[in-house]
């Protein structure tokens, strides 16, 4: 090779190597990005209607929750005696059998049999017949049913992926299905206790809100200075 190759090669590429080629632009015929912009965040108006959902599902969470364990209480109270009596009515009627007793203490034994038999079979009735333990369990369905739309609505909330009229329409059917399946009304004073606590939270949050404004005023910088 001579040098004035040498030269004609430098001067086309610089001594630095090739020159760097201008960034191509877009054609203007190439087809845009078709992908739809989805919206992360809800209205103001979808947003309230969801934290109204949200705090009625909770006090109906919390309402059939405490209802199944108030009947479970109920229960145990009358299952607990009867159990504990059925056991002291076995031993006596063990001690009744005994070879060792004298006549009078083996009709004793027989008389105490045969009343704590009676009492055990009384609160086992009374028990079965107020439905103590279906109601315990059809309450705990009902508590995690509404759990679970609770869980809907926090994702709905936090990761908006739905049309917001099928969703509340869905909520609407769920709660329906669960007023169906749960045949038993809550306790009227837990009803009243669940009202009143929601009530003193809403008002809590008012007076949050209140207080927080004119501070928030305050801190705004006069645009007339």
Known sequence: MSMSDVRLHMS??????????????????APADSTPSVSSNHSPQTEIKLRRLQERLNMQYRLHARASKYYEYLNLKFIGPAILISAFSSIASFLGTAGFMSTDARNYFGVCVGILTTISTMLQSISGSCSFNTKRDSFLAAADEYGKLITMVEFELAMPNEDKHEFFDRIEAAILEIQAKCKFIPPLFLVEECQSRNQSARN?????????????????????E
């Open 204 to 224: 809590m949050n008012v007076t949050a809100v209140q207080t927080t404004a004119p501070q928030s005023m305050s801190r705004m910088p006069n645009m007339g």
């Open 12 to 29: 086309d590429d610089g001594p630095e190597g090739p020159a760097p080629q201008p960034p191509l632009s877009p054609s203007p015929l």
